[in-house]
């Protein structure tokens, strides 16, 4: 279940940093709102992840969800530049923290 919770939780990052763009600096309304409403969501769902789980795997996988996930999001939605070395370095992240997963836990 902490899992679960981290996993939303870099979903939900992704969120916040797609609406921290969206948002222009926080000058628009719905944007903001909902950065703070993924952010503290995000956060929210970590913190509880943490009561369960070693802090550094956890991390890193919000972490690796949320930049890729941006980055996946920027690219297909919003325009961003797509390249080869982009891709493979997403593929990187994914794969460190995957690595960092099977390294083991305690909990």
Do not use: N
Request: proline residues 2%; hydrophobic residues 60%.
């Amino acid at each position: 279940m902490a899992w679960l919770l981290v996993i939303v939780a870099g979903i939900l990052e992704t969120g916040f940093a797609v609406c921290l763009k969206l948002s222009h600096g926080f000058t628009r309304l719905w944007p903001t709102i909902a950065f703070a409403c993924f952010a503290l969501s995000s956060f929210g769902l970590l913190t509880l992840a943490l009561k369960k789980l070693d802090v550094g795997p956890a991390y890193a996988v919000w972490t690796g969800i949320g930049a890729a996930g941006t980055a996946i999001y920027g690219m297909v939605f919003l325009g961003d530049l797509v390249s080869t070395l982009k891709l493979v370095s997403i593929s990187f992240v994914i794969v460190g923290v995957i690595g960092l997963q099977l390294s083991g836990s305690a909990h």
